[in-house]
């Protein structure tokens, strides 16, 4: 017989790195992510194309590291959308937070999407990210903190902490998102008609660049 006052275990979160072309860029994706205050993740990496010096890179690292590498056959113009649907399905986590070798997480991310979820394996976190075009901060993203009235173009992918199970239901990049490049929202805006987005403005928790 299961304890009825028994906590919940912590929440896991399954972080997605999709990688194409720039494999020197992985290792400063993933150091960031070694280096997050809040311990309970898992990495999975994403090549949709296959690359000897990306499956060296992932090869290198500590044993003990919880990572999985699968490389996956190029999809052109579908913005890897095809990856994050994988990660989705293949993930172990409550919620799915996704990077490209681009993007750097700053040690508090995780443990801020964790406070905006209160223990809600069904909730949508957003966090204060900064993207950057042609080495100059050009806007911090989300641009408006009502998150209800937000549009496309205004909420980074690198903002949201994806719930998984809800994602999977309403078909977050999903077949019939293949080819959108604003896939990020679109699957945002599914999951906030069922689940109430949760933002707190403060410090930026990462850098999309």
């Known amino acids: 017989m299961q304890r009825l006052d028994r906590p919940d275990p912590p929440l896991l979160f399954t972080v997605a790195i999709t990688v194409w072309e720039r494999e020197e ?3 400063h994706a993933i150091q960031p992510v070694l280096r997050q205050t809040y311990p309970r993740w898992e990495i999975l990496v994403y090549s949709d194309g296959s690359s000897r010096l990306t499956r060296e890179t992932v090869a290198g690292l500590d044993a003990a590291i919880p990572i999985r590498y699968r490389e996956v056959r190029r ?11 994988l990660a989705l399905e293949e993930g172990s986590g409550s919620h799915v937070c996704f990077l490209g070798h681009d993007c750097l997480l700053y040690p508090s991310y995780l443990e801020t999407h964790l406070a905006n979820l209160e223990g809600n394996v069904d ?3 957003v966090v204060p990210v900064d993207y950057w075009r042609k080495n100059r901060l050009d806007v911090k993203q989300p641009l408006n903190p009502d998150m209800m009235n937000l549009h496309d173009g205004e ?10 199970r809800l994602a999977i239901e309403v078909g977050c990049f999903g077949e019939d998102m293949q080819r959108l490049r604003y896939a990020d929202y679109v699957s945002f805006d599914r999951l906030r008609q069922l689940t109430s987005p949760v933002y707190r403005p403060g410090p930026t928790q990462a850098s999309h660049f």
């Open 155 to 164: 909420i980074d992918l690198l903002c949201i902490a994806y719930p998984r």
């Open 75 to 85: 999809r052109p113009k579908q913005w890897g959308n095809h990856l994050r649907r």
């Open 123 to 125: 909730g949508l976190s």
């Open 25 to 27: 860029m992985l290792p």
